[in-house]
């Protein structure tokens, strides 16, 4: 098991600011475009997989 | 739980794993609980927190948990606050405790161990991991290096399943 150590010069923070309307949607998309992505690389995998001779 | 607007489908009431005394290197073993109403007297400004934490905890749509270790489940190594939107998990909040914040912080990895309890739940409702939160400009390049969390604009940064599976792996791995 391993663990992210933050340097000790740095704190990690994370600052509160709310999520606006125009961000949430970009975010949705962002997703969607990144889930098609992953399928569509998985899809080629699995093509490369079936065609190359055993 | 509270009962709050976007709750929290699936219970996860305790998850375990470390962090690490910066000086003996020890690593303790840590849980991760929904934060009670009986906790906010210890988590205030005068005790050396920096956000209002009893404010946070009483907004409807926010979920916070805080982290202790396993041993010593009293004093609070570090807190989250968040909420779960339609696709991903927005992080509002994680804050260290005042003893573990800068050069003399006492342990290390609670921000870390927090994140991946972020991606964690983002899993556990089927978003595939996916986690979101506002970065300080300061802290874009660590979060990008450690967490291997995206730019998305306006200092929003997005964790994306294949970073949190790789922060699920260093924390869950077990």
Known sequence: MGLIREPMDIDFVVDPRPLSKEDQLKISEFIKADKKRRKGLLRKKKQLRTTIPG | MKAKDHHIEIEIDKLTRSIENVITSDSFPTEITILENSDLELISKKHGWRFDWKAEFRLPDRDVYKLTIRDNLSVIQGLISITEKADHVYIHLIESAPFNIGKQKVYLGVPGNLFAFACKLSFHRGDEGY?????????????????GAKLFGNQLMIIDTIAASRLINKYFND
């Not at chain 2, 979101?132 to 300061?138: I, R, V």
């Open chain 2, 131 to 147: 986690v979101s939160f506002a970065s300080k400009s300061n802290l874009i390049e660590h979060y990008s290096k450690t967490l």
